[in-house]
């Protein structure tokens, strides 16, 4: 991680079940985390043909300070990009064993 990296001001929401007017349970997103900064690496980007159509799939590795309780099912948003979680894990730079951080993948949801 390079000095002053951490430019992107997240959010990072977990979904909320909430009873509509029929009784039904919807999903609706709800701020867990607000003003976290991390550094945004785009990892891995590909496009395919499925069914006729062109798809686009990209991969994120998001860098910055530990926190505990990021889970799968959160998703972060940066203005109107959301990126689904897949994972999260603690991380300690190589040479620097007192810098927690928590490294997330996450994939850019596009279209």
Known sequence: MTAGGRKWEVQIEDPRGVLD???EKSKQWG???AGYR???IAKNAREFFSDARIQSDVD???VGHYREGILPEMRITYGSRVFDIVGSFEHYPKGYQN???LRIYAK???G
């Open 99 to 101: 810098l927690r951080q």
């Open 21 to 23: 007017s029929l009784g």
């Open 60 to 62: 994120y590795l998001f």
């Open 31 to 33: 701020i867990t985390i």
């Open 38 to 40: 991390v550094e945004a």
């Open 108 to 110: 850019e949801r596009l």
